[in-house]
């Protein structure tokens, strides 16, 4: 039951994210939380509170990737729940061609309701190749 909730709520903000909203992902967030992803593409780091975590959601949403979540795992205490959520993302250029597409794996600790820390796995090859796109394509979307 809990999962299910899990996947209503992750499938709900992530809906969210991909029309550019990132507000319902950021009230998610303790104030505390901590993000990785792990790699050396420009995505790349780890980024500690809710203001840094939600500037690279922003660049996301931005960007345009489309997120989506296949399956989600909650597990635990109120106190103290794993998540576990395992999806697909994607980038179409303005002509509809499928520039970048990945498969991903967030693996996380929240407690009461908040996200407190979680890191990002994806290939991170392909990321470094949707940094390519971006620094032909859309340079202005690429950090300084």
């Not at 507000?23 to 780890?46: K, M, N």
């Not at 996301?60 to 993302?89: N, S, Y």
Request: charged share 25%.
């Amino acid at each position: 039951m809990v999962s299910w909730l899990g996947k209503r709520l992750i499938g709900y903000t992530m809906s969210r994210t991909r029309q550019g909203d990132i507000g319902p992902t950021v009230r998610l967030y303790a104030p505390d939380v901590t993000f990785t992803f792990p790699g050396d593409s420009s995505w790349a780091g780890t980024m500690r509170g809710k203001r840094e975590v939600a500037d690279w959601l922003r660049r996301l949403a931005l960007v345009g990737l489309q997120v989506h979540p296949d399956e989600v795992v909650l597990k635990g205490f109120p106190w103290r729940m794993t998540v576990c959520i395992r999806g697909h993302d994607y980038l179409k250029s303005p002509e509809g061609e499928t520039v970048y597409e990945n498969r991903y794996v967030i693996w996380g600790r929240m407690a009461w309701g908040r996200l407190k820390e979680y890191e990002l796995y994806e290939d991170t090859i392909k990321s470094r190749g949707l940094d390519a796109y971006l620094a032909a394509r859309e340079p202005s979307l690429m950090p300084a």
